[in-house]
Nanobody
Framework: QVQLVESGGGLVQAGGSLRLSCAAS????????MGWFRQAPGKEREFVAT????????RYVDSVKGRFTISRDNAKNTVYLQMNSLKPEDTAIYYC?????????????????WGQGTQVTVSS
């Protein structure tokens, strides 16, 4: 059974930082792109960041560029999202996803494994 388990969410003040982790089990994702998505209350799920299988290529939604960094450790089958300078508008449930391809992709349909999500709340 393939599982993606997110951790590291929580409550933080604006300007603070959090580091999300996503640990995969049941199969290796070392040949697949990985991504992070988020869903705020009353809004659709949106792409946040993605990283290629090797880690050499990344892509971010414009609203988090310069503040968030995605990385991965294939030996640990884990992907991370370092979030700095957090804003109240970053408040959402953050989901980790395993991609169908090795290269970066930004649409949800290109991911076929999903975690349960971790709540991130940024207070003003």
């Amino acid at each position: 059974q393939v599982q993606l388990v997110e951790s590291g969410g929580g409550l933080v003040q604006a300007g603070g930082s959090l580091r999300l982790s996503c640990a995969a089990s049941g199969r290796t994702f070392s040949s697949n792109a990985m991504g992070w998505f988020r869903q705020a209350p009353g809004k659709e799920r949106e792409f946040v960041a993605t990283i290629s299988w090797s880690g050499d290529s990344t892509r971010y939604v414009d609203s988090v560029k310069g503040r968030f960094t995605i990385s991965r450790d294939n030996a640990k089958n884990t992907v991370y999202l370092q979030m700095n300078s957090l804003k109240p508008e970053d408040t959402a449930i953050y989901y980790c996803a395993g991609g169908r391809f090795s290269f970066v992709v930004v649409t949800a349909r290109d991911y076929n494994y999903w975690g349960q999500g971790t709540q991130v709340t940024v207070s003003s």
